[in-house]
C-alpha cells in the first residue's frame, strides 16, 4: 500500500507546474524549466524477498524505490511478525543487513518520500532447523508397514515460527540396501532439485514423509525353525536401517545446503512379538505382522505305537464291528499365535486318516512310518512329525510251547502232573504207605 503527494506549481495559479515567465529583455517570451521536485514514492522492491540466515555468501540484500526520481525517499524496517532488532537498512541506498541471530519471520522494507508518500515491501527472514523437536506417525495401511511421518523442527532462535517459510529436502547414501526379508530394498525418494518439504510457522512439515515396506515381502517363516527351515537365516527381531540425510535450502538461490543440519533412522522391524514396527524421528508405527504364518515344534504323543488290529470285516447279510483303532494327537505351534493349521498326512498313509483340524491321527493296521505335516493349507511354511506304527506280536502256533492243547499246558491233552507218568495219570506219595498210590 503506498500513498502519494502532490509537487507544487510556483507561477500563476493557472499555470502548469514547472514553467515559470521570464523577465527582463525576454519578459514575456515563454522559457521551460526542468521541475526538480521529488516524485512521490509509489512502490518498493527487494532484489530478495525471501533470504535464509546467515545470508548466502556474496548475496547483496538491496531495497529501490519506484520511481526513481522519488529521490528523497528514505529507507527504514517495520516489524511485521519478528522484531527486526538484527535487521538494519541504510536510509538513502536502502542496502539491508542482517545480523547471524536474526530471529526468522516476516518484516516489511519501508520507503517514505518527502512529502510523506510510502510504500512498503514484505521480506521473508527464514531461520535454517538445527534438529528435530517432535514426530507425528500414522500408519498407512493397505499393502505396506509403516506410514506417514511429520517432523516438527528446532530453530536457533528456540522458535519454530522462525523456520516459516523455510524448506528441506533428503538424501540418502545408497537407494537400494540389503535386508533380512526378501532381499533388497530399493527406495524411491526425493529426487535430487525436487520441492522437497516446505516449512509452517510452527516448524512442522507442510506434508508427510512416507516411510513404509512391503508387506509382501515379509516373511516369519524365514525366522522359525522349522521342517520347511530347517537352518534359518536368523531370530527375531530382524530389520535394517537407512540413514537419510536432511538438508536445509538456502534463499534466494534456492540450493540445497551440502551438509545435512540432521540425520534421520529409518528403522524397519519385525519382532519377536509377531509385530511390525516402522520408525522415523521420534516416533513410530506398530503393526501386527500379516503375512505368511509359520508352524514349529510339531510333536506326535504317542510318537511310536502298534498298528491296529486288522480291520473287522462286516458277515454276510450284517453289519461290521466298530474297528477299535489305536490313536495318536499331533500338535505344534503357529506364528503368529492364533492362525490357522491344517494337518495332513505327507505320503504314504498305511491304512491311517488324519482330522485336518484337531490333528488326531486314526492309526492303521499296517507297519511302517508315516508323516504328518501342518501348515496353513497351502504356502511354504511348514513342520512335521512321524509316527512311527509297528507290527503286533504274532499269535503263538498251535502246538507250540504255551500254545492251548500243547505238552507242558495246564488241561492239556497228555498234560502230566509229574515226570515219567502216563497219560491223565497222578502220582503221589501217600506218607503211611510203603507202595506208590495210584
Not at 458277515?315 to 464291528?321: D, F, L, R, S
Request: aromatic share 4%.
Amino acid at each position: 500500500m503506498s500513498t502519494r503527494g502532490a509537487a507544487a506549481g510556483t507561477g500563476d495559479p493557472g499555470e502548469p507546474a514547472g514553467r515559470r515567465r521570464g523577465s527582463g529583455a525576454n519578459a514575456g517570451a515563454p522559457v521551460v524549466q526542468r521541475d526538480t521536485t521529488p516524485a512521490p514514492v509509489a512502490a518498493v522492491s527487494l532484489s530478495a524477498a525471501k533470504v535464509t540466515i546467515p545470508l548466502e555468501s556474496g548475496v547483496s540484500l538491496k531495497a529501490t524505490v519506484t520511481p526513481t526520481t522519488a529521490t528523497d525517499a528514505k529507507f527504514s524496517v517495520e516489524k511485521v511478525t519478528t522484531d527486526p532488532s538484527g535487521v538494519t537498512i541504510d536510509e538513502t541506498t536502502g542496502v539491508i543487513t542482517i545480523s547471524a541471530g536474526q530471529q526468522g519471520g516476516a518484516v516489511n522494507i519501508k520507503a517514505t518520500g518527502g512529502d510523506g508518500s510510502w510504500a512498503t515491501a514484505p521480506l521473508q527472514i527464514i531461520e535454517k532447523p538445527t534438529g528435530i523437536a517432535s514426530t507425528s506417525a500414522s500408519p498407512k495401511g493397505g499393502d505396506v508397514y509403516g506410514g506417514e511421518f511429520t517432523h516438527t523442527f528446532t530453530a536457533p532462535s528456540g522458535k519454530g515460527s522462525g523456520l516459516e517459510g523455510g524448506n528441506i529436502n533428503e538424501t540418502f547414501d545408497s537407494l537400494t540396501v540389503p535386508t533380512p526379508f526378501a532381499g533388497p530394498m530399493t527406495l524411491v525418494a526425493n529426487a535430487a532439485g525436487s520441492k522437497g518439504w516446505a516449512l509452517d510457522g510452527s516448524g512442522a512439515m507442510r506434508g508427510p514423509d512416507e516411510v513404509t515396506m512391503d508387506k509382501k515381502g515379509v516373511d516369519v517363516g524365514r525366522f522359525t525353525k522349522s521342517a520347511s527351515n530347517p537352518s534359518p537365516k536368523g531370530q527375531l527381531p530382524a530389520g535394517f536401517t537407512m540413514t537419510q540425510h536432511m538438508h536445509a535450502k538456502s534463499f534466494p538461490s534456492g540450493k540445497l545446503d551440502t551438509s545435512a543440519f540432521t540425520d534421520v533412522a529409518h528403522t524397519r522391524t519385525l519382532t519377536a512379538k509377531n509385530e511390525f514396527v516402522v520408525s522415523a524421528g521420534k516416533d513410530k508405527t506398530t503393526e501386527d505382522y500379516t503375512g505368511p504364518p509359520a508352524y514349529t515344534n510339531a510333536k506326535a504323543a504317542p510318537a511310536s505305537l502298534q498298528a491296529s488290529p486288522p480291520k473287522p470285516k462286516a458277515p454276510k447279510g450284517g453289519t461290521a464291528p466298530a474297528w477299535n483303532q489305536a490313536k495318536v494327537q499331533v500338535t505344534a505351534d503357529a506364528v503368529p499365535d492364533g492362525a490357522a493349521k491344517v494337518f495332513a498326512i505327507h505320503g504314504p498313509k498305511l491304512g491311517c486318516s488324519i482330522d485336518a483340524s484337531s490333528g488326531e491321527v486314526l492309526i492303521g493296521d499296517q507297519a511302517g512310518t508315516i508323516t504328518v505335516r501342518v501348515s496353513s493349507g497351502g504356502g511354504t511354511n511348514y513342520d512335521e512329525v512321524t509316527i512311527t506304527i509297528t507290527a503286533p506280536p504274532a499269535p503263538a502256533a498251535p502246538g507250540a510251547p504255551g500254545a492251548p492243547g500243547a505238552p507242558g499246558a495246564p488241561g492239556g491233552a497228555g498234560s502230566t502232573g509229574a515226570t515219567g507218568t502216563s497219560a491223565g495219570s497222578v502220582l503221589g506219595t501217600d506218607p503211611s504207605a510203603s507202595q506208590p498210590v495210584q
